[in-house]
Protein backbone atom coordinates (compact mmCIF):
# COMPACT_ATOMS: atom_id res chain seq x y z
CA UNK A 1 0.00 0.00 0.00
CA UNK A 2 1.12 3.70 -0.75
CA UNK A 3 1.56 5.53 2.88
CA UNK A 4 -0.24 7.72 4.09
CA UNK A 5 1.51 11.27 4.00
CA UNK A 6 3.88 11.64 6.62
CA UNK A 7 1.41 12.93 9.65
CA UNK A 8 -1.49 11.66 7.86
CA UNK A 9 -2.41 14.53 5.30
CA UNK A 10 -0.72 15.59 2.12
CA UNK A 11 -0.28 19.11 2.79
CA UNK A 12 -1.47 21.82 -0.37
CA UNK A 13 -0.59 25.29 0.20
CA UNK A 14 -0.87 26.02 -3.54
CA UNK A 15 -3.73 28.52 -4.10
CA UNK A 16 -5.32 28.75 -7.44
CA UNK A 17 -8.17 30.41 -8.93
CA UNK A 18 -9.94 33.09 -7.30
CA UNK A 19 -8.48 32.82 -3.56
CA UNK A 20 -5.11 33.16 -5.48
CA UNK A 21 -5.94 36.46 -7.48
CA UNK A 22 -7.39 38.05 -4.59
CA UNK A 23 -4.50 37.42 -2.00
CA UNK A 24 -2.04 38.45 -5.23
CA UNK A 25 -3.92 41.51 -4.86
CA UNK A 26 -3.72 42.15 -1.26
CA UNK A 27 -0.70 40.93 -1.11
CA UNK A 28 0.46 43.90 -2.86
CA UNK A 29 -0.36 46.09 0.16
CA UNK A 30 1.67 43.83 2.88
CA UNK A 31 5.06 44.39 4.24
CA UNK A 32 7.45 42.23 2.11
CA UNK A 33 10.76 40.97 1.98
CA UNK A 34 12.87 39.01 -0.38
CA UNK A 35 14.58 35.32 -0.02
CA UNK A 36 16.67 33.25 -1.06
CA UNK A 37 16.38 30.87 -4.06
CA UNK A 38 17.21 27.88 -1.42
CA UNK A 39 14.54 29.29 0.66
CA UNK A 40 12.09 29.60 -2.08
CA UNK A 41 12.95 25.90 -2.68
CA UNK A 42 11.82 25.10 0.56
CA UNK A 43 8.59 27.57 -0.02
CA UNK A 44 7.93 24.82 -2.68
CA UNK A 45 8.30 21.56 -0.61
CA UNK A 46 6.10 22.66 1.69
CA UNK A 47 3.55 24.07 -0.44
CA UNK A 48 3.40 20.70 -2.50
CA UNK A 49 3.45 18.71 0.29
CA UNK A 50 7.15 17.07 0.37
CA UNK A 51 7.57 18.24 3.70
CA UNK A 52 3.99 17.53 4.77
CA UNK A 53 3.09 17.83 7.90
CA UNK A 54 5.15 21.14 7.75
CA UNK A 55 2.25 23.89 6.54
CA UNK A 56 4.76 26.65 6.64
CA UNK A 57 8.32 27.48 8.17
CA UNK A 58 8.95 25.94 11.63
CA UNK A 59 7.91 28.25 14.67
CA UNK A 60 10.41 28.22 18.16
CA UNK A 61 8.56 24.96 19.79
CA UNK A 62 8.81 23.00 16.63
CA UNK A 63 12.59 24.03 15.91
CA UNK A 64 13.89 23.40 19.38
CA UNK A 65 12.18 19.50 19.38
CA UNK A 66 14.22 19.31 15.81
CA UNK A 67 17.15 20.90 17.09
CA UNK A 68 17.27 18.60 20.23
CA UNK A 69 14.74 15.52 19.65
CA UNK A 70 14.70 15.18 16.07
CA UNK A 71 11.17 15.37 16.05
CA UNK A 72 8.34 17.95 15.63
CA UNK A 73 6.25 19.10 18.77
CA UNK A 74 3.94 16.65 18.24
CA UNK A 75 6.50 13.79 18.46
CA UNK A 76 6.45 13.11 14.54
CA UNK A 77 10.37 12.57 13.41
CA UNK A 78 11.87 15.26 11.77
CA UNK A 79 15.40 16.05 11.75
CA UNK A 80 16.15 18.75 9.69
CA UNK A 81 14.59 22.42 10.99
CA UNK A 82 12.98 24.03 8.30
CA UNK A 83 13.23 27.67 9.21
CA UNK A 84 13.36 31.52 7.36
CA UNK A 85 15.82 33.97 8.31
CA UNK A 86 15.47 37.33 8.23
CA UNK A 87 17.78 40.47 9.33
CA UNK A 88 16.26 42.51 12.32
CA UNK A 89 15.72 45.66 10.04
CA UNK A 90 13.88 43.77 7.36
CA UNK A 91 11.07 42.89 9.67
CA UNK A 92 11.01 46.06 11.84
CA UNK A 93 7.56 47.56 10.66
CA UNK A 94 5.94 44.01 11.17
CA UNK A 95 4.84 41.63 14.54
CA UNK A 96 3.16 38.67 15.23
CA UNK A 97 0.15 38.18 13.76
CA UNK A 98 1.02 40.42 10.60
CA UNK A 99 1.21 39.05 7.22
CA UNK A 100 4.46 39.34 5.36
CA UNK A 101 4.60 39.04 1.64
CA UNK A 102 7.65 36.96 0.25
CA UNK A 103 9.26 38.35 -2.76
CA UNK A 104 11.73 36.13 -5.11
CA UNK A 105 13.47 38.43 -7.60
CA UNK A 106 11.27 41.55 -6.76
CA UNK A 107 8.37 39.37 -7.65
CA UNK A 108 5.45 38.04 -4.70
CA UNK A 109 5.29 34.35 -4.57
CA UNK A 110 3.74 33.56 -1.51
CA UNK A 111 2.00 35.33 1.84
CA UNK A 112 3.17 34.46 5.16
CA UNK A 113 1.42 34.33 8.33
CA UNK A 114 3.89 35.45 11.59
CA UNK A 115 3.47 33.51 14.05
CA UNK A 116 6.43 33.91 15.88
CA UNK A 117 9.49 35.80 15.45
CA UNK A 118 12.80 34.51 17.10
CA UNK A 119 16.37 34.33 17.69
CA UNK A 120 18.53 31.18 17.13
CA UNK A 121 22.02 29.77 17.77
CA UNK A 122 23.73 29.10 14.54
CA UNK A 123 26.47 27.18 16.26
CA UNK A 124 24.14 25.37 18.40
CA UNK A 125 22.59 24.60 15.47
CA UNK A 126 25.81 23.42 13.74
CA UNK A 127 26.82 21.23 16.51
CA UNK A 128 23.20 19.66 16.37
CA UNK A 129 22.48 19.22 12.67
CA UNK A 130 25.89 18.91 11.45
CA UNK A 131 27.83 17.37 14.28
CA UNK A 132 30.30 20.14 14.03
CA UNK A 133 31.31 23.82 14.14
CA UNK A 134 34.01 23.69 11.43
CA UNK A 135 33.44 26.07 8.93
CA UNK A 136 34.86 24.29 5.77
CA UNK A 137 31.39 22.06 6.40
CA UNK A 138 29.40 23.24 3.50
CA UNK A 139 26.19 23.11 5.21
CA UNK A 140 27.88 24.76 8.33
CA UNK A 141 29.30 27.64 5.99
CA UNK A 142 25.75 27.91 4.61
CA UNK A 143 24.18 28.49 8.12
CA UNK A 144 27.26 30.92 9.56
CA UNK A 145 25.69 32.66 6.78
CA UNK A 146 22.47 33.23 7.47
CA UNK A 147 20.35 35.82 9.08
CA UNK A 148 20.15 36.82 12.83
CA UNK A 149 16.66 36.30 13.29
CA UNK A 150 14.14 33.04 12.35
CA UNK A 151 10.67 33.89 11.57
CA UNK A 152 7.89 31.29 11.97
CA UNK A 153 4.39 30.71 10.34
CA UNK A 154 2.02 29.35 7.93
CA UNK A 155 2.41 30.01 4.23
CA UNK A 156 0.43 30.14 1.19
CA UNK A 157 1.89 29.80 -2.27
CA UNK A 158 0.86 32.47 -4.77
CA UNK A 159 3.38 32.28 -7.94
CA UNK A 160 6.36 29.91 -8.66
CA UNK A 161 9.07 31.27 -10.73
CA UNK A 162 9.51 29.15 -13.73
CA UNK A 163 12.47 26.27 -13.76
CA UNK A 164 14.57 25.34 -16.69
CA UNK A 165 13.60 21.38 -15.44
CA UNK A 166 10.19 21.88 -14.63
CA UNK A 167 8.76 19.24 -16.89
CA UNK A 168 11.18 16.74 -14.94
CA UNK A 169 9.63 17.67 -11.50
CA UNK A 170 7.08 16.13 -9.86
CA UNK A 171 5.14 16.75 -6.76
CA UNK A 172 3.94 13.93 -4.47
CA UNK A 173 0.72 13.96 -5.40
CA UNK A 174 1.66 13.72 -9.15
CA UNK A 175 3.72 10.61 -7.94
CA UNK A 176 0.88 9.31 -5.91
CA UNK A 177 -1.55 9.28 -8.89
CA UNK A 178 0.96 7.61 -10.79
CA UNK A 179 1.76 5.11 -8.57
CA UNK A 180 -1.63 4.00 -8.12
CA UNK A 181 -2.10 4.22 -12.04
CA UNK A 182 0.82 1.33 -12.41
CA UNK A 183 -1.23 -0.63 -9.74
CA UNK A 184 2.69 -0.74 -7.61
CA UNK A 185 1.99 -1.28 -3.67
CA UNK A 186 5.87 -1.34 -2.95
CA UNK A 187 7.71 1.48 -4.52
CA UNK A 188 11.60 1.83 -3.96
CA UNK A 189 13.12 5.23 -3.72
CA UNK A 190 16.46 5.99 -4.33
CA UNK A 191 18.54 9.42 -4.05
CA UNK A 192 20.94 10.31 -6.28
CA UNK A 193 23.09 13.59 -7.82
CA UNK A 194 24.55 11.66 -9.51
CA UNK A 195 25.25 9.91 -13.19
CA UNK A 196 24.60 6.16 -12.89
CA UNK A 197 27.33 3.38 -12.79
CA UNK A 198 27.13 -0.20 -12.59
CA UNK A 199 27.29 0.17 -8.68
CA UNK A 200 24.10 2.01 -8.95
CA UNK A 201 22.50 -0.13 -10.85
CA UNK A 202 23.28 -3.07 -9.21
CA UNK A 203 21.84 -1.53 -5.57
CA UNK A 204 18.90 -0.22 -7.32
CA UNK A 205 18.06 -3.80 -8.93
CA UNK A 206 18.71 -5.74 -5.99
CA UNK A 207 16.04 -3.15 -4.29
CA UNK A 208 14.00 -4.01 -7.35
CA UNK A 209 13.60 -7.53 -7.20
CA UNK A 210 11.77 -7.32 -3.90
CA UNK A 211 9.18 -4.43 -4.77
CA UNK A 212 6.75 -3.38 -7.67
CA UNK A 213 8.12 -0.43 -8.91
CA UNK A 214 11.94 1.99 -8.19
CA UNK A 215 11.17 5.71 -8.07
CA UNK A 216 14.72 6.84 -9.34
CA UNK A 217 14.18 10.67 -7.42
CA UNK A 218 17.48 13.19 -8.77
CA UNK A 219 17.73 15.99 -6.79
CA UNK A 220 17.62 18.91 -8.07
CA UNK A 221 18.41 22.40 -7.11
CA UNK A 222 21.60 23.81 -5.66
CA UNK A 223 24.99 22.29 -7.54
CA UNK A 224 28.72 22.69 -6.77
CA UNK A 225 31.70 23.04 -9.40
CA UNK A 226 32.41 19.56 -10.53
CA UNK A 227 29.01 18.08 -10.26
CA UNK A 228 26.97 16.99 -13.25
CA UNK A 229 24.53 18.76 -14.67
CA UNK A 230 20.68 18.17 -13.69
CA UNK A 231 19.73 17.56 -17.74
CA UNK A 232 23.37 15.54 -18.08
CA UNK A 233 21.74 13.18 -14.72
CA UNK A 234 18.64 12.74 -17.14
CA UNK A 235 19.66 11.95 -19.80
CA UNK A 236 22.14 9.41 -18.47
CA UNK A 237 19.30 8.03 -16.75
CA UNK A 238 17.37 7.80 -19.05
CA UNK A 239 20.08 5.74 -20.97
CA UNK A 240 20.03 3.43 -18.26
CA UNK A 241 16.23 2.76 -18.36
CA UNK A 242 16.16 2.67 -21.97
CA UNK A 243 18.37 -0.36 -22.38
CA UNK A 244 18.84 -1.94 -19.28
CA UNK A 245 15.45 -1.62 -16.83
CA UNK A 246 12.31 -3.70 -18.27
CA UNK A 247 9.09 -1.72 -19.33
CA UNK A 248 7.31 -0.07 -16.45
CA UNK A 249 9.51 -0.92 -13.38
CA UNK A 250 11.16 2.69 -13.49
CA UNK A 251 9.76 6.21 -12.55
CA UNK A 252 12.64 8.87 -13.22
CA UNK A 253 11.31 12.58 -11.77
CA UNK A 254 13.13 15.43 -10.54
CA UNK A 255 12.78 16.50 -6.71
CA UNK A 256 13.53 20.09 -6.32
CA UNK A 257 14.93 20.10 -2.41
CA UNK A 258 17.78 21.70 -1.13
CA UNK A 259 20.40 19.36 -0.15
CA UNK A 260 22.61 20.07 2.97
CA UNK A 261 25.46 17.25 3.76
CA UNK A 262 23.61 16.84 6.82
CA UNK A 263 24.31 13.10 6.96
CA UNK A 264 22.84 10.73 9.49
CA UNK A 265 20.08 13.15 9.68
CA UNK A 266 20.01 14.21 6.33
CA UNK A 267 19.38 10.19 5.69
CA UNK A 268 16.32 10.62 7.60
CA UNK A 269 14.76 13.67 6.56
CA UNK A 270 15.06 12.08 2.78
CA UNK A 271 12.92 8.66 3.59
CA UNK A 272 10.35 10.92 4.70
CA UNK A 273 10.17 13.00 1.98
CA UNK A 274 10.23 9.95 -0.32
CA UNK A 275 7.65 8.64 2.01
CA UNK A 276 5.62 11.72 1.16
CA UNK A 277 5.59 11.05 -2.14
CA UNK A 278 4.23 7.41 -2.11
CA UNK A 279 7.63 5.37 -1.75
CA UNK A 280 7.42 2.78 0.62
CA UNK A 281 11.33 1.90 0.84
CA UNK A 282 13.81 3.55 0.49
CA UNK A 283 17.24 3.09 -0.15
CA UNK A 284 20.15 4.14 2.39
CA UNK A 285 23.84 4.69 0.86
CA UNK A 286 26.71 3.97 2.80
CA UNK A 287 28.19 7.96 4.48
CA UNK A 288 24.63 8.57 2.73
CA UNK A 289 24.39 12.62 2.65
CA UNK A 290 27.67 12.87 4.36
CA UNK A 291 30.29 14.60 3.10
CA UNK A 292 34.27 14.76 3.69
CA UNK A 293 34.59 12.41 7.03
CA UNK A 294 32.45 14.42 9.48
CA UNK A 295 30.26 10.93 9.62
CA UNK A 296 31.44 7.21 10.21
CA UNK A 297 30.23 4.96 7.36
CA UNK A 298 27.32 3.30 8.69
CA UNK A 299 26.33 6.57 10.87
CA UNK A 300 23.15 6.97 8.65
CA UNK A 301 22.39 3.89 9.08
CA UNK A 302 22.56 3.28 12.56
CA UNK A 303 20.63 6.30 13.10
CA UNK A 304 17.61 4.56 11.72
CA UNK A 305 16.99 2.50 14.93
CA UNK A 306 15.79 5.63 16.68
CA UNK A 307 12.89 5.94 14.34
CA UNK A 308 10.66 2.50 14.16
CA UNK A 309 7.68 5.17 13.86
CA UNK A 310 9.27 6.69 10.30
CA UNK A 311 6.61 5.07 8.02
CA UNK A 312 8.73 3.91 5.49
CA UNK A 313 11.13 1.37 5.31
CA UNK A 314 15.29 1.91 4.89
CA UNK A 315 16.81 -0.50 2.46
CA UNK A 316 20.62 -0.90 3.71
CA UNK A 317 22.37 -1.91 0.62
CA UNK A 318 26.17 -2.49 0.53
CA UNK A 319 28.44 -0.76 -1.74
CA UNK A 320 28.50 -2.87 -5.03
CA UNK A 321 31.96 -3.92 -6.93
CA UNK A 322 33.02 -5.97 -9.60
CA UNK A 323 34.63 -9.22 -8.00
CA UNK A 324 36.68 -10.98 -10.78
CA UNK A 325 36.27 -14.19 -8.83
CA UNK A 326 32.64 -14.01 -8.29
CA UNK A 327 32.34 -13.11 -12.04
CA UNK A 328 29.98 -10.28 -11.90
CA UNK A 329 28.71 -7.61 -9.78
CA UNK A 330 28.44 -8.35 -5.84
CA UNK A 331 28.58 -6.52 -2.61
CA UNK A 332 30.64 -6.77 0.60
CA UNK A 333 27.70 -9.25 2.03
CA UNK A 334 27.86 -11.92 -0.58
CA UNK A 335 31.29 -12.00 -1.94
CA UNK A 336 33.70 -14.19 0.40
CA UNK A 337 36.83 -13.19 -1.56
CA UNK A 338 39.76 -11.06 -0.92
CA UNK A 339 40.56 -7.71 -2.14
CA UNK A 340 43.03 -8.76 -4.70
CA UNK A 341 39.86 -9.74 -6.55
CA UNK A 342 37.95 -6.88 -5.95
CA UNK A 343 37.37 -4.00 -8.17
CA UNK A 344 35.57 -0.80 -7.07
CA UNK A 345 33.91 1.04 -8.95
CA UNK A 346 35.22 5.08 -8.31
CA UNK A 347 32.75 7.64 -9.55
CA UNK A 348 36.11 9.86 -9.24
CA UNK A 349 38.16 7.47 -11.97
CA UNK A 350 34.64 7.81 -14.05
CA UNK A 351 35.23 11.45 -13.84
CA UNK A 352 38.01 12.13 -14.95
CA UNK A 353 37.95 9.45 -17.71
CA UNK A 354 34.90 11.54 -18.81
CA UNK A 355 36.71 14.50 -18.62
CA UNK A 356 39.22 13.36 -20.99
CA UNK A 357 36.57 12.54 -23.06
CA UNK A 358 37.01 8.52 -22.97
CA UNK A 359 34.75 6.23 -22.26
CA UNK A 360 34.93 4.32 -18.76
CA UNK A 361 35.29 0.39 -18.82
CA UNK A 362 32.37 -1.27 -18.63
CA UNK A 363 32.07 -3.24 -15.48
CA UNK A 364 32.16 0.63 -14.66
CA UNK A 365 29.63 1.84 -16.53
CA UNK A 366 27.25 0.98 -18.98
CA UNK A 367 28.67 2.19 -22.55
CA UNK A 368 25.34 3.94 -23.70
CA UNK A 369 25.36 5.59 -20.51
CA UNK A 370 28.52 6.89 -21.03
CA UNK A 371 28.01 8.33 -24.63
CA UNK A 372 25.16 9.99 -23.80
CA UNK A 373 27.38 11.74 -21.35
CA UNK A 374 29.73 12.37 -23.23
CA UNK A 375 27.34 13.74 -26.30
CA UNK A 376 27.29 17.22 -24.25
CA UNK A 377 29.55 19.55 -24.79
CA UNK A 378 30.38 20.29 -21.34
CA UNK A 379 28.67 18.08 -18.55
CA UNK A 380 29.91 19.55 -15.54
CA UNK A 381 28.84 22.54 -13.23
CA UNK A 382 30.97 25.59 -13.16
CA UNK B 1 0.61 21.09 16.26
CA UNK B 2 -0.18 19.68 19.68
CA UNK B 3 -3.09 17.73 19.43
CA UNK B 4 -5.74 17.42 22.38
CA UNK B 5 -5.37 13.50 24.05
CA UNK B 6 -7.60 11.75 25.35
CA UNK B 7 -6.53 9.16 28.13
CA UNK B 8 -7.98 5.26 27.35
CA UNK B 9 -7.85 2.75 29.90
CA UNK B 10 -8.40 -1.30 28.77
CA UNK B 11 -8.57 -4.33 30.09
CA UNK B 12 -6.53 -6.69 28.40
CA UNK B 13 -5.69 -10.65 29.58
CA UNK B 14 -2.04 -10.74 30.53
CA UNK B 15 -1.48 -13.27 27.84
CA UNK B 16 -1.97 -10.82 24.94
CA UNK B 17 0.03 -7.80 27.14
CA UNK B 18 2.96 -10.20 27.54
CA UNK B 19 2.74 -10.59 23.21
CA UNK B 20 2.35 -7.22 22.70
CA UNK B 21 5.15 -6.70 24.74
CA UNK B 22 7.42 -8.91 23.13
CA UNK B 23 6.35 -7.17 19.95
CA UNK B 24 7.27 -3.55 20.34
CA UNK B 25 10.80 -4.92 21.76
CA UNK B 26 10.87 -7.06 18.42
CA UNK B 27 10.23 -4.01 16.52
CA UNK B 28 12.30 -1.29 18.32
CA UNK B 29 10.26 0.28 20.81
CA UNK B 30 11.15 1.54 24.08
CA UNK B 31 7.47 2.28 24.86
CA UNK B 32 4.72 -0.10 25.12
CA UNK B 33 2.25 3.08 24.78
CA UNK B 34 3.55 4.33 21.89
CA UNK B 35 4.02 0.71 20.03
CA UNK B 36 0.08 0.26 20.61
CA UNK B 37 -0.38 3.77 19.38
CA UNK B 38 1.09 3.17 16.61
CA UNK B 39 -0.43 -0.10 15.80
CA UNK B 40 -3.80 1.48 16.16
CA UNK B 41 -2.89 4.49 13.72
CA UNK B 42 -2.14 2.21 11.22
CA UNK B 43 -5.41 -0.04 11.31
CA UNK B 44 -7.64 2.79 11.62
CA UNK B 45 -5.93 5.18 8.90
CA UNK B 46 -5.63 2.21 6.55
CA UNK B 47 -7.65 2.62 3.41
CA UNK B 48 -7.25 6.05 3.92
CA UNK B 49 -4.89 7.97 1.25
CA UNK B 50 -4.29 11.01 3.20
CA UNK B 51 -4.80 13.33 0.16
CA UNK B 52 -7.69 15.85 -0.42
CA UNK B 53 -8.30 15.33 -4.62
CA UNK B 54 -11.61 15.57 -6.16
CA UNK B 55 -12.17 14.44 -8.99
CA UNK B 56 -11.16 17.52 -11.40
CA UNK B 57 -7.88 17.57 -9.41
CA UNK B 58 -7.28 14.12 -10.07
CA UNK B 59 -8.19 14.46 -13.82
CA UNK B 60 -5.73 17.48 -14.09
CA UNK B 61 -2.91 15.37 -12.52
CA UNK B 62 -3.16 13.10 -15.01
CA UNK B 63 -3.32 15.13 -18.02
CA UNK B 64 0.01 15.93 -16.73
CA UNK B 65 1.31 13.12 -16.48
CA UNK B 66 0.24 11.97 -19.96
CA UNK B 67 1.62 14.88 -21.67
CA UNK B 68 4.91 13.71 -19.85
CA UNK B 69 4.98 10.80 -20.74
CA UNK B 70 4.85 8.82 -17.59
CA UNK B 71 1.05 7.36 -18.30
CA UNK B 72 -1.00 6.69 -21.62
ZN1 LIG C 1 33.70 -12.58 -4.99
Redesign the interface.
Known amino acids: MIPRPHGGRLVNRVLTGKRREALLREAGELPSIEISYERLIDLMDIAYGAFSPLEGFMVQEDYLHVLYDMRLSNDLPWTIPVTLDVDPEEISSVKEGDDLALKYNGEIVAVMRIEEIYGWDKKEYARQVYKTTDKNHPGVAKTYHRKELLVGGEIDLLREPSHPLENRILWPIETRVLFREKKWRTIVAFQTRNVPHRGHEYVQKAALTFTDGLLIHPLIGWKKPGDYRDEVIFAAYEALIKYYYPKDVVVLAGLLMNMNYAGPREAIHHAIVRKNFGATHFIVGRDHAGVGDYYGPYEAWEIFDEFPDLGITPLFIREAFYCKKCGGMVNEKICPHSEEYRVKISGTKIRSMIREGKIPPEYMMRPEVARVILSFKDPFVH | ?3 EKVEVKITIPKSLYDKIKEEADN ?3 TDIE ?1 FIR ?1 VL ?1 QLV ?2 G ?6 SPE ?2 EK ?2 E ?2 RA ?1 G ?2 D
Open positions: MGEAGFEFEESETGEELDEVKRLLYI
